[in-house]
Every structure is written in C-alpha cells, then in structure tokens.
C-alpha cells in the first residue's frame, strides 16, 4: 500500500539533520535496544527527524508515523561514502524487524521480561535511495509530545561515536541528566548496554571492553567529563557510580513538538488501550 506524504516528516531547509534533537522518554532510554551501530544510528537520526513534528494530529490519525531518512542524508550526517549508506540502509530494511527493546523488571515471582519492536513497517526504495520507517504503535508516546524528565540530545552529539558503548552510556547518562549521577546495579548496567553473557563472569572485561573505551570516545568526542567508580560488597562488583557533567542541547526555548500533552493526546493513549493495545510505557515506566 502506498503511504500518503502528508504522514511523513518533510525537512526544513535550513536545517541540517544533525542539528536537530533526539527525543525520548527515559524509560526507553534506558531499556536495551537491541540495535547494531548502523541500525542505531537509522533509528536515532529518524527519531531527530521528529524533533518538527507540529502536532498529534495526524499521529492519531494514523495510529503511527512515517519518516523517510535519504541516504545522501545519512551519507552526510554519518560522514560515510554514499555506497555505505546505500548498503547499511538496505541491510536495516531487512534487520529492524528483528530488533526489539528489552525491560526487564523485578516481581516477587521473578523477572518480568518486556520485548517491543521498534518498526510496523519498512520500506527500501534502492533506486531512489531512501528508507521508510513507520514507528510501532507502542513506541509512539515515548517519541513525540514528551512532558517532565525525558532524554535529549543533538544528533551531531552522537554521529562522531564509533562504538554502541559510547553510544548507550551517552544516552543512559543524559536519561539522568538532573542528577549528574548514574548509578546502576552491575546486572542493570550490564542489561542496558547490552553486555555479551561472556563479559559479565568477569568485571575486567566489562571495564576493559565497555567501560573505559566508551568513557574515553565520550571524554574525547563529546567533551564530557565523567569520572566512574565501583560499587562492592566485599570484593564482589555489586555497582557503578557515574558522576558527569550532562551536555546541554536547549540553546532556545522547546518547540511546539514538546508541548505538554493535551486531553485529545491522552484520549487517542486511551484509545490504544482500550482496543487491547498494551502501552509500552505502562510497561517500561516500572523499570525507572
């Protein structure tokens, strides 16, 4: 079926795609992505091409948005040659609906484990060069019209990072940015980040492998100065303690996009629920 253009996001002009912000709420901030480095930055830099979205209208109407990212774009924000965005555009087509967000929260019968994917549909045109994400139902009130603590940054922050770490523990840090103080339980740390099974039977290699090189491409790359330390229970590693300095990214007041939600946004929530569509963040909000 073909989409209708007036569902998707249309650039202003004069504005470059890696000055424009990445909106999120911090529940999926800080939920596990499940996203390679390429994918991530398709989803970041589609993510940003919402920071113009003037209204919910037309996401109620559709029940989700569509948002169409050129390679030529990508190629530009990414700094990679034009057949590498070609390429990882293509592959994304084809992986995204793969890759689902994780929560994960404690019940006093176990673990309570929550999966949502990102997508309801891609679309690859090859020939023109561009990709088409349609923004999963649930993943729609943690992307627009955001009210209180949510994380935000500029693309341009991330584009130069080389590394899903760096990434990660970028957005994680800015997702508590009022603080200027992370403070994770290990198993939590290492769910977020995505840590391989492998690393998390031995600390020195979650320092040696996670930690310190996204530490160090932040402190490098970012500008950001952060400094860490562990958390112990006798000689076992039981957490961490970041302490940062948040990069701020509001150079002038929020746009229309972030303003606070209004009676039509919650009925069109309701909506949702009523028609037994479960909400990412009655899920995710519990793991904050």
Sequence with gaps: MQAKAQHMIRLDKDRMLCDMQVN???????????????????????????????????VRERGAWLVRLSAADYAETFDVDLDTAYDQLQAAAKNLFKRYITAVRDTKNGPEIYHCVWVGAVRYHKGEGWIELSWWHEIV???????????????????????????????????????????????DFCKSMEVPESYRKNFKLIRTRVIEPAVQELVEKN??????????????????????????????????????????????????????????????????
Excluded at 25 to 47: D, F, Q, V
Excluded at 155 to 182: I, N, P
């Design 24 to 58: 999120m709420s911090n529940s999926l901030a800080r939920s596990a992505h499940g996203l390679s480095l390429s994918e991530k930055r398709i989803i970041a830099a589609c993510i940003a091409k919402t920071d113009q979205l003037p209204s919910m209208e037309a």
């Design 141 to 187: 009130p943690h992307l627009f019209n955001l009210a209180g603590e949510f994380t935000q940054y500029k693309l341009t922050q991330a584009t130069a990072l080389r590394s899903m770490y760096s990434w990660r523990l970028f957005e994680l840090l800015q997702s508590w940015k009022g603080t200027g103080c992370y403070q994770p339980s290990l198993d």
């Design 223 to 288: 500008n950001m100065p952060i400094t860490w330390k562990t958390l112990n229970a006798g000689r076992k590693v039981v957490g961490l303690d970041f302490m940062f300095k948040p990069v701020e990214v509001l150079e002038e007041e929020p746009g229309e996009s972030l303003r606070p939600m209004i009676a039509e946004d919650q009925a069109y929530r309701d909506k949702l629920e009523a028609n037994g569509q479960q909400r990412i963040d009655a899920a995710l909000n519990e793991v904050e």
